[in-house]
T-cell receptor, first 115, second 115 residues
Framework: AQKVTQAQTEISVVEKEDVTLDCVYETRDTTYYLFWYKQPPSGELVFLIRRNSFDEQNEISGRYSWNFQKSTSSFNFTITASQVVDSAVYFCALSGTQGAQKLVFGQGTRLTINP | EAGVAQSPRYKIIEKRQSVAFWCNPISGHATLYWYQQILGQGPKLLIQFQNNGVVDDSQLPKDRFSAERLKGVDSTLKIQPAKLEDSAVYLC?????????????FGQGTRLTVV
């Protein structure tokens, strides 16, 4: 069975601070995909990134960066110089690469950026 | 490109009543998902279609929930009769069937309140 754990339920920081959201996953699949989604107060889940299990390169997109470590089954997300607009609930998710490929989500981390 | 469309945005019903939700996926997306998101939790997959066939409905409470995808495009999710614990946001998502574009794109959801 697949499982995603986001141990941080809520994080609150002051604007311009860096913040890291943790994600640990469990799967028996040898190949899989990992995702991060953002859910602002409007409710829509916004896709941020997809990572294939065979690609362990870290990725940076503007103020966002992702650290994928297969050895520790982690896929952490860092926001540099946080802004108030980053306030949202962030979800880490996992899917297989064969068959139905359903997305399994973690419980989410509510991030609040205070001015 | 238009996103995933869902209606209605909000619905309040009494327990034991029936309700239906509608979803129009992104054009060309073969896979369609219905997720249930209870307040404070991550989304949970209810049913997944590939074209108009069901590929996963293992977590759909089939005694009260039903879903169909007509002609492999639009989809409806029905609850009959509703229970108090069905209060949640129902999210529809769609994705391409390509190995390099597996990410799901979500609609704004329908917030259901059962009283």
């Amino acid at each position: 069975a697949q499982k995603v754990t986001q141990a941080q339920t809520e994080i609150s920081v002051v604007e311009k601070e860096d913040v890291t959201l943790d994600c640990v996953y469990e799967t028996r699949d040898t190949t899989y995909y990992l995702f991060w989604y953002k859910q602002p107060p409007s409710g829509e889940l916004v896709f941020l990134i997809r990572r294939n299990s065979f690609d362990e390169q870290n990725e940076i997109s503007g103020r966002y960066s992702w650290n994928f470590q297969k050895s520790t089954s982690s896929f952490n997300f860092t926001i540099t110089a946080s802004q108030v607009v980053d306030s949202a609930v962030y979800f880490c998710a996992l899917s297989g690469t064969q068959g139905a490929q359903k997305l399994v989500f973690g419980q989410g981390t509510r991030l609040t950026i205070n001015p | 490109e238009a996103g995933v469309a869902q209606s209605p945005r909000y619905k309040i019903i009494e327990k034991r009543q029936s309700v239906a939700f509608w979803c129009n996926p992104i054009s060309g997306h073969a896979t369609l998902y219905w997720y249930q998101q209870i307040l404070g939790q991550g989304p949970k997959l209810l049913i997944q279609f590939q074209n108009n066939g069901v590929v996963d409905d293992s977590q759909l409470p089939k005694d009260r929930f039903s879903a169909e995808r007509l002609k492999g495009v639009d989809s409806t999710l029905k609850i009959q009769p509703a229970k108090l614990e069905d209060s949640a946001v129902y999210l529809c998502a769609s994705s391409l069937d390509r190995w390099d574009r597996v990410e799901a794109f979500f609609g704004q959801g329908t917030r259901l309140t059962v009283v």
